[in-house]
T-cell receptor, first 113, second 113 residues
Framework: KAGVTQTPRYLIKTRGQQVTLSCSPI?????VSWYQQTPGQGLQFLFE???????NKGNFPGRFSGRQFSNSRSEMNVSTLELGDSALYLC????????????FGPGTRLTVT | AQSVTQPDIHITVSEGASLELRCNYS??????LFWYVQSPGQGLQLLLK??????LVQGIKGFEAEFKRSQSSFNLRKPSVHWSDAAEYFC???????????FGAGTTVTVRA
């Protein structure tokens, strides 16, 4: 079956702009999680969605938001971009919770200039 | 709050030699513990996970991990390393009804011929 897909794969934005990243989970998976990966901070949890509801959110400012649609596809949005938002953003899907096996997408590499 | 420590940032091992990666966790209740691997240019893949039962867990690619409650550790091992095992390895901890995973900083494994 098809894996987790993320679009776009690469993105360059300017400080102050906003960006929307998309994630399509594996068919049948209802839990979608987002992570930010940077060399300095490692893998940090952003948020998790299930049935269009956010069940948990990591320690990130309100500029980071997300949503999930009825088909389990998810988007995350970052407003008022800062240089420090440059990172690899990973999406993962699983059947029901993060405690199930999570399948990760290839990530979106965001560069903020 | 749950946390994960991977004391070794980088390990170099000869092909055919054994490998052990350390992971220590901090969590009040019984945690779910995971090891994920991230190969260059690829997404994260689950190697194994533990919640209860036998404290020695077998995973994919010949890896195993041992849960030691008294030491709050969940170390990953492989008896004989292959060049394809060169990657970054992440230990993660989660809990029921928490809907998030906390990842360690990762250990990069280099395999020399």
């Amino acid at each position: 079956k098809a894996g987790v897909t993320q679009t776009p794969r690469y993105l360059i934005k300017t400080r102050g702009q906003q960006v929307t990243l998309s994630c399509s989970p594996i068919s049948g998976h209802r839990s979608v999680s987002w992570y930010q990966q940077t060399p300095g901070q490692g893998l940090q949890f952003l948020f998790e969605y299930f049935s269009e509801t956010q069940r948990n959110k990591g320690n990130f400012p309100g500029r980071f938001s997300g949503r999930q649609f009825s088909n389990s596809r998810s988007e995350m949005n970052v407003s008022t971009l800062e240089l420090g938002d440059s990172a690899l953003y990973l999406c993962a899907s699983s059947l029901a919770t993060v405690l199930d096996e999570q399948y990760f997408g290839p990530g979106t590499r965001l560069t903020v200039t | 709050a749950q946390s994960v420590t991977q004391p070794d940032i980088h390990i170099t091992v000869s092909e055919g030699a054994s490998l052990e990666l350390r992971c220590n966790y901090s969590y009040g209740a019984t945690p779910y513990l995971f090891w994920y691997v991230q190969s260059p240019g690829q997404g994260l893949q689950l190697l194994l996970k533990y919640f209860s039962g036998d404290t020695l867990v077998q995973g994919i690619k010949g890896f195993e991990a041992e849960f030691k409650r008294s030491q709050s550790s969940f170390n990953l091992r492989k008896p004989s390393v292959h060049w394809s095992d060169a990657a970054e390895y992440f230990c993660a901890v989660g809990a029921t009804n928490d809907y998030k995973l906390s990842f360690g900083a990762g250990t990069t494994v280099t395999v020399r011929a």
